[in-house]
């Protein structure tokens, strides 16, 4: 089984486009392990799959994607859906970090961080991945330093994502400096 290749088409089965899987996702992004396990065996590709298969996916993965619960699974961010999926705010840590291409940085500093495209802005606990990231839209990314403990005393909610991403329904400018520009 190529774990890696599972968890790729379970993310866009749970983030992307549950509706080509004919998934019917709760609020909070879950659906029945059954009902994406049905979905899947439609694909002569992943007519093996099991319950433990995913288990196994989950615990392979270091980058924490999705979780099972209560007989179900869902994505923990990235969502594209239309329908917002319920986050539990949480308290964050002190601080946190986004890292950004360089034109985009006065923009950022001025407006602050929205999600754009997707439905929460993702940031790091650590700045390597906050880099990782950064670097997908540009070859010199910026890193931005958000004052997550701050904000959130001031009432910015915050969600784990997992155990390295946290997201933001939007960062106002205030919380956000820059750590380091490339």
């Known amino acids: 089984m190529d774990y890696m290749k599972l968890s790729k088409e379970v993310s866009y089965a749970l983030r992307h486009a549950p509706w080509e ?87 950022i500093l001025e407006k602050g961080l929205h999600p754009m495209k997707r439905q929460y802005v993702h940031l790091s606990t650590d700045t390597a991945t906050a880099m990782t990231v950064g670097a997908r839209k540009d070859s010199s990314p910026v890193l931005l330093r958000i004052d997550a403990e701050r904000a959130n005393k001031e009432g910015i909610p915050f969600y784990c994502g997992n155990h390295s991403i ?14 380091q520009r490339q």
Not at 63 to 81: D, M, N
Not at 166 to 179: H, K
């Open 21 to 107: 899987y004919e998934l019917e996702l709760d609020a909070e992004g879950w659906v029945e392990i059954e009902q994406l396990l049905h979905a899947l065996h439609m694909d002569q590709r992943w007519k093996a799959v099991t319950p433990n298969d995913l288990a196994v996916m989950i615990d392979l993965s270091d980058k924490k994607r999705h979780e099972i619960g209560r007989g179900k699974i869902r994505a923990l961010y990235g969502h594209s859906v239309p329908d917002k999926i319920t986050k539990q705010a949480e308290v964050p840590p002190a601080i946190l970090y986004h890292g950004t291409a360089r034109c985009l940085v006065e923009q």
């Open 166 to 179: 946290w997201l933001a329904d939007g960062v106002p400018s205030q919380y956000i400096s820059v750590q």
